[in-house]
């Protein structure tokens, strides 16, 4: 499937499930910030991804979770560089340089944007069986 | 009061769909306070009766072993009001279902036509909330829900 077509369905899943306008979603808009969601709408858009795709996606998959709880990956509320190597690892293409700055763990949600959900459906739509 | 917002289920296929009921009556206090000599159900508590039922159907699905909390309305359009002497019939499908919560597609009709259709997000709070602390027991689910189901499983089998 093509990226262009990737990222209009990706459009249509987030325009349903915040409630935003097309014109907001651009690919590098920020998820939680500057298109509003929530923690659901995390489980909202990944359930809706699923329809859309016909894809599978496990707890954590798309957004990593638990790092927060290995002290080798986060220390002071700021993720280590081990943390930051298996982010890196779990969200490929993802520009880590604003962030590398201020590795604040309540600053990790900046790196999910329009264009992380792309680059994540594009990987299980390009290894769907 | 007790705050169960449907009478019974009619249809209850495990991990798939729910039927519920609730028949409206005049005496009840909350129909009189939205428009004096108007007495409507309000959409709020249509949403609920069909919270519930989607609910019940979630927490099924897992046993009642999950802690099942509405956490989003995704949708809800209505489409007629509801006034009392009438039978509202809340039909419940669950869309996706996974550890960490459920979707569900709800319909709401009286006496087969449209009031309302309604999309539902449901979270299972201790697999989400990691880190926050909630009560061992399961608060959710109460006896008043669970026997709900317990009634309609019955019926089956009860002649009188």
Known sequence: ?129 | MRWIWIDKFVEFTPRKSATAIKNVSLAEEHLHDLYPAFPIVPHSLIIEGMAQTAGILVGEARNFEEKVILAKVSRATFHRLVRPGETITFSANIEQLNEQGASIAGTVKVSGEPVADIELMFSHIDQNMAGLEFPEHNFVFTEQFTELLKTYRMNGTITL
Request: aromatic fraction near 6%.
């Open chain 1, 1 to 129: 499937m093509a990226r262009e077509e990737i990222y209009e369905k990706v459009k249509g899943v987030l325009v349903d499930a915040l409630g935003v306008d097309e014109e907001e979603v651009t690919p590098t808009a920020v998820i939680k910030d500057d298109l509003g969601a929530e923690s659901i709408d995390f489980l909202d858009i990944s359930f809706r991804l699923e329809k859309a795709f016909g894809i599978k996606i496990g707890k954590g998959e798309m957004m990593p979770e638990n790092l927060a709880s290995d002290p080798t990956k986060v220390q002071n509320g700021m993720l280590t560089p081990v943390g930051i190597s298996e982010l890196k690892e779990r969200m490929p293409r993802t520009d880590f340089s604003e962030f590398e700055k201020d590795p604040k763990v309540d600053n990790m949600s900046k790196l999910f944007t329009v264009d992380t959900i792309v680059n994540f459906v594009e990987s299980k739509v390009g290894t769907a069986v």
